[in-house]
């Protein structure tokens, strides 16, 4: 089926130091999701990203986040800087469409550890 | 506002044994609903997802889901699990206008041989 592919799987880095998670959506897919999970807690949507904008943030998707897309390469997540309570397993989604019952699809993830 | 609460953090069942997982939700109109599942280092997968008709929902692997207006619940089904059915299995909803989709906290599902 398709495959959302995330790179890098892992990442430890320093606090304060810049991150940069990367995401290959489906292709021909138009609708861009990234979400957070926290160990052992609930997988909570940070993000969606279309046409180039931002459409809907939750808050948890604070001022050093920032999502985008250049000339249809990765998606990407940036944050910086990084502080300790981002460490967390990151998931990008895409869809092709962006009403309520469409599909998404989920990467693997990539989890980050902030020291 | 919206919510999904699934209150079985952990199932345990023996191969072959049939399985239910529950979900209930919270929504002040008819939403969206999903089951998701993750294996162990690997996304998200659906397995199957609600939103008008047969309240039954057939999914992959011979799972199914029933939706209840009534009680608010999405609850998973299968008949006879094996033991690969050993994931995460996770309720979530979205709303009519938007593809934002809200997840229960999981359900972790363990199949003994």
């Known amino acids: 089926g398709p495959k959302v592919l995330q790179i890098p799987s892992h990442q430890i880095i320093d606090m304060g130091q810049m991150v940069t998670l990367n995401c290959d959506p489906v292709s021909n897919h138009l609708y861009f999701y990234w979400y957070k999970q926290i160990l052992g807690q609930q997988m909570e949507f940070l993000v969606n990203f279309y046409n180039g904008k931002v459409m809907e943030k939750s808050k948890l998707f604070k001022d050093q986040f920032s999502v985008e897309r250049p000339d249809g390469s990765y998606f990407t997540l940036k944050i910086q800087p990084t502080a300790l309570e981002d460490s967390a397993v990151y998931f990008c989604?895409?869809?092709?469409?962006?009403?309520?019952?469409?599909?998404?699809?989920f990467g693997s993830g990539t989890r980050l550890t902030v020291l | 506002a919206q919510s999904v609460t699934q209150p079985d953090a952990r199932v345990t069942v023996s191969e072959g044994a049939s399985l239910q997982l529950r979900c209930k939700y919270s929504?002040?109109?008819?939403?969206?609903l999903f089951w998701y599942v993750q294996y162990p280092r690997q996304g998200l997968q659906l397995l199957l997802k609600?939103?008008?008709?047969?309240?039954v929902v057939q999914g992959v692997n011979s799972f199914e889901a029933e939706f209840s207006k009534s009680n608010s619940s999405f609850h998973l089904q299968k008949a006879s699990v094996h033991w690969s059915d050993s994931a995460v299995y996770f309720c979530?909803?979205?709303?009519?206008?938007?593809?934002?989709?809200?997840f229960g906290d999981g359900t972790q599902l363990v199949v003994k041989p």
């Open positions: 979530a909803l979205s709303k009519n206008s938007n593809n934002r989709i809200f």
């Open positions: 609600y939103y008008s008709g047969d309240p």
């Open positions: 989604a895409s869809s092709g469409l962006g009403g309520g019952a469409e599909t998404l699809y």
């Open positions: 929504y002040s109109a008819t939403p969206y």
